[in-house]
């Protein structure tokens, strides 16, 4: 079971507005880099996005946990969720703003990237992923947002864990499985995915977060967000 201590580190950092000033930093360096101004109202989207993004991570990790219990195999899961939380309650040293907003974007694509890999070794040992759907789809488009360098980081420390002896226990009972766990970070079932809703808000700012191997593009809309 995901600790009410993940829950409560993850709420507390987001109700906090102090701690968006580093994201706010790296978003002006992105928009500095790319020419671009941002105004109060377009920051606000910016934040509104990564905080759904890390609430998304958390509710992932939730219906992971329903998806596991459904299926009989809270054993073969735990570990990966226990680790999932641990990215949140003891962030890495290599992760900058670990308590405000950045840190949380982070820890989520942390979080993310386990999960991911867990779900592509899966698929190697199986001949099925892990989770029936991407659970890290968002990836490319918050590399843009974190910078390629860090997101490159996460993604080995993330391989790293994976790789520990505690999370590794899940692939020894990978017979238990019989097929794909249904769980997804979606809020709700109707609501636009989270990339297309970042790119389609960013395009709308002028800010260019298009990640490299998109199959579509989403249009681009008005100065508004599908919250």
Known sequence: ????????????????????????????????????????????????????????????????????????????????????????????PETPDQKGLLGMVCDSFLARSLLAIASERMQAVRGFPLLATNPHSEAQVVRGLIGATLADRLHQIAETAHDSPQIRFYTNSAYLLQGPLRASAALNEWGSAWEDDAIRFATSIGLKLDPVGRTSDPQPVARQIVL
């Open 1 to 92: 079971m995901i600790p009410s201590m993940v829950r409560n580190q993850i709420e507390s950092s987001l109700s906090a507005h102090k701690g968006r000033a580093a994201f706010a930093e790296r978003l002006n360096a992105i928009t500095e880099d790319q020419g671009v101004f941002l105004f109060s109202d377009d920051l606000e989207g910016m934040f509104v996005l990564a905080e759904r993004y890390v609430r998304g991570t958390l509710h992932l990790m939730e219906n992971c946990e329903i998806a596991a219990q459904q299926a009989r195999v809270e054993s073969m899961f735990d570990p990966l969720i226990d680790a999932c939380g641990r990215f949140f309650l003891h962030s890495h």
